[in-house]
Each structure stands twice: as C-alpha cells, then as structure tokens.
C-alpha cells in the first residue's frame, strides 16, 4: 500500500497537544477477577473490572500488560515502516489527542488508567480506540467483512447474530488479542456492561449491558465525516453505559457526532433497529416481521451516495454478497440452530471461481477474517460465541453459550 498520500492527508488533519498526565490515585485500585471463556478449539480471556473508570482502565492495563505490549510491538513491528513509521509514531499521536477531546470524561479516565496500568504511552491506548476511525478518516486500505442481523425467533425472542471480522494483515494481528470485558462501575447511574474486542478497547464493537441492551456494528466508508466528533466505538460504548432500550439509545445517539460513517444493529428484549448513518445524517429501520440483514454498505440510496472511493476498491462486492445471502438465510421465527448456520454459512465456489474456495474471500459470511460470532439474546442476558481460527470456517459446534450478567463465567451450554 502506498501510505505517502495518506501520510500528506494526516499531516493536514487537525492536531492536538498531548494531554496531561492523570493524577495519581490515594490507593491502588483492587485487582481485578480474570477468567477463561473456553471452546471446542479456542479460548477467550475475561476480565471481571469495577470501581471507578480509572479503575477499571487501569485494572485492564496491569492484568493484560503483556497482551497490550504484544498488540502494539506487533502492530509497529508490521505496519510502521519507512513511510509507516511516519504515520503511526510520528504523525497519527497529535491527530489522536485531537480526537481525544471529544471523548466523554468516563472513558478518557478508563483509557489513562489503562496506559499507567500497561505501562504505555497514552497515544498507544488511543490509537487501538480510534483505529476504525482512523481507517475511514485517511481511507486507509485494509478491509472489514462484517455481517449482522437481528430477527425474532421461534419463541419471538428478539436476537442478534453478528460476525466480526478484519481481512488481511489487521485481522491477523488482531485474532490472538481478542478479549472479553465484564465492567461493573461504581457511578450508580451507569449501567454494567460487556464488551468483546480486542485487548486495549474501551469502546465496543460487540456488547450487551445488564438491561439487555445489545449492539453490533459494521464499517460503512464514506465521503461525509469529520475529525471534530466523537469516534464511533466509543460512541456505543457510552450507549450501553447510560441506556436501557433500544428508544433511549436512539435518543442519545443523536446527542452525538460520530467521526465517521458505520452501521449499528441494536436490540432490547422488545425491538430492535438499524441504523445506518454518516458524520452528517442517519436513517433508521425497525424490526418488524422481516429480518434486518446488514453488511458493510449502505442501504438507503441517499446515504450510499456518499460512500468513499476506497468503499467501492474494497468493501463493495463482498458486501453486497453477504447481504443477498443473509437475506436468503434469515428469516421470522427461525431456530438458534438455523442461525448458528447462517452466522457459519461458506457458499459454495461457484463455477466461474477457480477452484476457488469462497471461505478465503470476503464474499463469505464466515471467512477467513471473521474474528468472532456472536449471537446476543437480550430478553436473556445471554450470548453465544465463538472465536474464529482464521485457519477452518467457523462451525455451529464451536459456539459456548455464556451468562456474563450471572455470578459465574462458565459457559451455561456448550
């Protein structure tokens, strides 16, 4: 990839000075409860924090330093080089702190309490929080695949299924920092929450709080964003921070101005909806007796009128695959078994593929860069997942159910 044009559109970007050093705490924070979620064939770490947001943050950096310190070696050893190495060490720490401003004050506290935990510098925290926002505002190359949907099942039961998932050389360094993140905050009017991502997020990306509120989210490229607004993983964290349905998320949402453009299923035990939006307008569809099938493009003509150059280089086709096909798997009243089957579907090669494996593409809606799939049952405080190997498809089998808003972490089924 050439980053010369990308590091000419950072160096133009608005900046910021780095923020001041937090002051230390009156006493260390308790240490934190730290579990396994184990599968079949993978394992997943989780960790129980509470206290405050620097607390929590900094509960996270001293447990997982070691997870944190391999993320980061691991990405700057791969990806900043020659003109990489200006980007991300030299360029990108000012543009981040410039983000950072926009930050609700819980969630910076969590992310400096989680650099002095790890030992890192803030801009590393920062730069695993805004790192989708980062790909969309410098349209930066590499690719997501990543497919949602919610449906009422056969005991009309609101559910989210939903695959994560990063192809090429991110999903790779990704796929082993994947963590869990059961959060219990002292502010009584702050809500417990999951989230599972990869080590070092405060955002989420996949979650649920203890009111059952759930999200999934989908990149969705776009001309229309802005580096003065809030980046969007975070954006739903403080989602399920503060709201216990699906309307009084909708409400806050539009408190915000995300960075960037995405696609955001969320869900209660009563409904559920879509909304896909950019820095600039959102649309929004409720479940009602059709499943809501989402991807990596935009759904309504207006909004994908605005969609990036690189949308159509790198997310489109795909795209646009797996939502025909989820549409063609996803329907009212359909089993957990027939959509552990849709979240793990590998179409065949078609005839005109040589020899071609669709698993090995972003065509597939379980592929080679699905990091995790997840089903999320809020009437039930309850998901399902599994983590995916990047070496076999995912399979229905692989799937542990687990209860996070229970006392224990082991999974209830397998």
Request: with cysteine; charged share 20%.
């Amino acid at each position: 990839m050439n980053l010369w044009p990308i590091l000419r559109n950072a160096i133009a970007s608005p900046s910021a000075s780095r923020p001041s050093e937090p002051s230390v705490p009156p006493s260390a924070p308790a240490p934190a409860a730290c579990h396994t979620l184990a599968g079949s064939n993978w394992q997943l770490p989780v960790l129980f924090v509470s206290g405050s947001d620097y607390d929590m943050g900094w509960q996270q950096g001293k447990t997982w330093k070691s997870l944190l310190h391999g993320l980061t070696g691991t990405f700057y050893n791969q990806l900043a080089r020659g003109a990489g190495h200006l980007l991300f060490r030299r360029v990108l720490p000012s543009r981040l702190y410039h983000l950072w401003r926009f930050v609700p004050a819980p969630l910076q506290a969590e992310m400096q309490g989680m650099a002095v935990g790890a030992e890192l510098p803030l801009s590393d925290i920062l730069l695993i929080n805004f790192f989708d926002d980062i790909l969309n505002l410098l349209e930066l190359g590499w690719a997501t695949a990543c497919s949602t949907v919610a449906v009422r099942d056969d005991r009309d039961r609101v559910v989210i299924g939903r695959n994560l998932d990063y192809y090429g050389p991110v999903g790779q360094i990704a796929r082993p920092f994947q963590v869990a993140v059961r959060r219990s905050p002292r502010h009584p009017e702050r809500r417990e929450t999951l989230t599972i991502g990869i080590v070092g997020q405060v955002g989420a990306l996949t979650g649920m709080n203890d009111a059952g509120l759930s999200v999934g989210t989908m990149t969705a490229m776009t001309r229309e964003r802005t580096w003065n607004g809030l980046g969007v993983s975070l954006l739903y964290r403080d989602l399920l921070d503060r709201c216990g349905s699906v309307p009084e998320a909708l409400d806050r949402f539009h408190a915000h101005q995300p960075v960037q453009g995405n696609s955001l299923l969320l869900a209660d035990s009563k409904g559920a909806a879509r909304v896909q939006f950019t820095s600039r307008r959102s649309r929004i569809t409720h479940l009602e007796a059709a499943p809501l099938a989402t991807a990596n493009h935009f759904l309504d003509a207006d909004l994908a009128a605005s969609r990036s150059a690189l949308h159509d280089r790198t997310l489109a086709l795909g795209s646009h695959h797996r939502h025909r096909r989820l549409c063609e798997l996803a329907r009212a009243g359909m089993t957990e078994a027939e959509l552990l089957t849709a979240l793990t579907d590998v179409p065949p090669a078609s005839a005109s593929q040589t020899g071609g494996d669709r698993w090995l593409t972003m065509s597939a809606i379980n592929s080679r860069g699905t990091l995790h799939s997840a089903v999320l049952h809020p009437g039930d405080r309850a998901v399902r997942v599994a983590l995916g190997s990047g070496e076999r498809p995912i399979r229905p089998a692989d799937f542990v159910t687990w209860q996070p808003f229970a006392d224990a972490v082991e999974p209830a089924t397998r």
